[in-house]
């Protein structure tokens, strides 16, 4: 069974970065495509970057694109997002998630309906 620990929020202010991270253990982390997700109040779980299972594809939608990166280090069973240029409305909780069953080779995964293993979720926040 995978299970998935995420570190790295806190607090920051507009404009600056930090870099959050998602230790996998159990089954071989190579094999899974990963997700990183956010919520903020009273809004929808939102992806906001996506990796493929070789690392070699990735998505970010456009409120992100150019500020965030996923990455992913198999040899530290462990997947990245770093954040830079944070803005207020990048507060929220952050999740990692995998997708621990069938998938197809390079395809990526956006909708949270399409991961079976969650991380408890890490707090980002971002004052202006």
């Known amino acids: 069974q995978v299970q998935l620990v995420e570190s790295g929020g806190g607090l920051v202010q507009a404009g600056g970065s930090l870099t959050l991270s998602c230790v996998t253990s159990g089954r071989t982390f190579s094999s899974y495509p990963m997700g990183w997700f956010r919520q903020a109040p009273g809004l929808e779980r939102e992806v906001v970057a996506a990796i493929s299972e070789s690392g070699g594809y990735t998505y970010y939608p456009d409120s992100v694109k150019g500020r965030f990166t996923i990455s992913r280090d198999s040899a530290k069973n462990t997947v990245y997002l770093q954040m830079n240029s944070l803005k207020p409305e990048d507060t929220a909780v952050y999740y990692c998630?995998?997708?621990?069953?069938?998938?197809?080779?390079?395809?990526?995964?956006?909708?949270?309906?399409?991961?079976?293993?969650w991380g408890q979720g890490t707090q980002v926040t971002v004052s202006s």
């Open positions: 998630a995998a997708r621990s069953g069938p998938f197809s080779r390079m395809r990526l995964y956006l909708s949270d309906n399409d991961y079976n293993t």
